[in-house]
């Protein structure tokens, strides 16, 4: 066996294992680390000789390195004697309990005291079972960075006292909403990378469908988070008509609709209807637009109505700028341009979205619409400038330059 | 993105201790299947009915000719799929030898190549767009 194949056992059973070694300590730190530990042991073992079961391997390994790891620790005498006096000390993991494990894994991984990075690189590595490097790689970053990141993670952790267990149900479902938003943050930085030449990252927006998908299998009854998987997948849908040959970004107005990808749009709408099942909350609202986007045509061919009423809708549940300039691109569409440029320039304002990118691109083609090419120009050229993504911004200065 | 098939390739040896043991044997499918759901890699799975009831239609000739059963040899017979959603082929071959299988049976892993590796200028894919579009299902 080699690196690969270890790396593809470590992906369907790190949230497994660490999950069950957490239960099994009480120390999620110590239970990441041994989990490491084994499959450090693995990449230098298997090559020479594969195990008979892979799993079976990694479990016993890391639960090994966790109980000489809880050894060192005199200090922890306690929880020693408490590990040994533990009936669930056998080698299989309790198949009734697992599922809790792991749900309980991302609340700590997502755990409202670390900071949003760190969330992002504990629920990749440990829920995601990808590697420090695979992390950095997907993310543009150094490796020592996102080592560093995980090792605070976990000290905060234990500082804080974070319990292993699901919150009480009077915090669930903040506490899910914050899993929710490290899976879409996740999502969006594949979906739009907001750094280097590349404007997508599908594989990022796959650990993050990926996620979703482990949610909703593991949390049916809550619609947000089918409402999250539909957003992805039905955004996903779209990837292949979003670049050309060359990399370079093509709008939804000029993408060739019949290289979206309708698995992907028939998974999307499955989730939407699960999501809707008790009124659509932020994500199934996201959804939602998608959808209307998906089972349209053209762009002509849309109904932009019922975007405008769902922007409406997001704006009364999750108000936010973007929100608000997204719903001034839909009633652009809807009803023109002018009342459109009306919601931007009281965003510009009351300065919501201060240096932004977004807020000049969107205006500098409502103005472009409206025949005022001078300043449309020059707010796209101010738009270029704002923004990070170099494909983004080359398309702007396309853009400008066509307004001579 | 890529997925990944895995096509069940059994015998008639192995259909039948698979029959002999039905309960058990669905009841462990199940579990596998959940075990994908939770992993989030599951996208489809069909099981295929006997291939004694199949029918091929055999384009070799100008018409085409319409026979009863299975086509060909039947040492192997596909009876059914997994379609998983996973980050690489080692994952997928890692998954396959867990599907629970009768001794005999062989599972044949195939790569399904993503939307977005289609060519920007294909013809066929263009005309099936097309199709789709007098389908109503853009």
């Known amino acids: 066996m080699g690196t690969a194949d270890v790396e593809a056992v470590w992906r369907i059973e790190s949230a497994r294992i660490v999950a069950a070694l957490t239960r099994f300590t009480g120390d999620f730190g110590l239970a990441e680390d041994a989990a490491q530990e084994a499959v450090a042991e693995a990449l230098v ?317 969107v205006r500098g083609e409502l103005l472009a619409r409206l025949g005022r090419r001078p300043e449309a120009r020059a707010e796209l050229e101010l738009a270029a400038r704002l923004c990070a993504n170099q494909r983004e911004r080359s398309v702007l200065l396309r853009k400008a330059a066509t307004l001579g | 993105m890529p997925k990944y098939m895995l096509i069940m390739r059994g015998t008639d040896e192995s259909n039948a201790a698979m029959m002999a043991n039905i309960d058990e044997m669905m009841a462990t499918t199940r579990q596998f299947i959940e075990d994908m759901f939770k992993a989030g890699v599951h996208v489809a799975a069909e099981g295929l009915d006997d291939a004694g009831q199949g029918v091929v239609v055999d384009f070799s000739g100008e018409v085409p000719v319409v026979t009863d059963g299975p086509y060909g040899e039947t040492k192997e017979l596909f009876g059914g799929f997994f379609l998983l959603d996973v980050a690489s082929k080692e994952e997928a071959v890692e998954w396959a030898k867990r599907v629970p299988s009768a001794p005999g049976s062989k599972i044949e892993i195939r790569r399904v190549p993503g939307e977005d590796e289609v060519p920007q200028d294909n013809g066929k894919f263009v005309k099936e767009g097309a199709l789709r579009e007098g389908n109503g299902q853009i």
């Open chain 1, 45 to 361: 073992s298997w090559p020479l000789s594969s195990p008979a079961d892979p799993a079976g391997w990694l479990m016993a390994t890391a639960r090994r390195r966790a109980i000489d790891a809880i050894r060192r620790r005199t200090a922890l005498r306690d929880r020693y004697a408490l590990l040994a006096a533990d009936p669930v000390v056998d080698e299989d993991i309790d198949p009734d309990r697992i599922d809790d494990d792991i749900l309980a894994l991302m609340f700590v991984s997502c755990h409202p005291v670390l900071s949003p990075e760190a969330r992002v690189a504990l629920t990749l590595r440990v829920v995601g079972g990808l590697s420090t490097e695979q992390i950095a790689r997907a993310f543009l970053i150094p490796v020592p960075t996102v080592q560093a990141r995980i090792t605070r993670a976990k000290k905060t952790i234990a500082a804080a006292g974070v319990p292993f267990e699901l919150p009480p149900a009077g915090e669930r479902r903040e506490r899910l909403g914050g899993v929710l938003s490290v899976v879409y943050v996740i999502f969006t930085e594949g979906a739009t990378a907001t750094s280097g030449d590349r404007l997508l990252r599908p594989d990022l927006a796959y650990e993050a469908i990926r996620l979703a998908r482990t949610l909703a299998a593991l949390q049916p009854d809550e619609p947000e988070v089918h409402g999250l998987l539909a957003l992805c997948e039905l955004t996903t849908a779209r990837f292949p008509a979003r670049t050309g040959p060359d990399g370079s970004p093509i709008l939804l107005e000029d993408q060739d609709r019949r290289r979206w990808d309708f698995s992907a749009v028939r998974r999307g709408l499955a989730a939407l209807a699960k999501a809707s099942a008790r009124g659509l909350g932020p994500y199934g609202l996201q959804a939602a637009i998608a959808a209307a986007h998906a089972s349209a045509p053209s762009v002509e061919a849309t109904d932009w109505d019922r975007i405008v009423e769902l922007y409406e809708a997001l704006g009364r549940v999750a108000p936010s700028p973007v929100v608000e300039l997204n719903r001034a691109v839909a009633v652009a569409m809807a009803s023109g341009p002018a009342q459109a440029l009306a919601i931007v320039d009281e965003l510009i304002a009351s300065d919501r979205l201060p240096g932004s990118h977004l807020v000049p691109t």
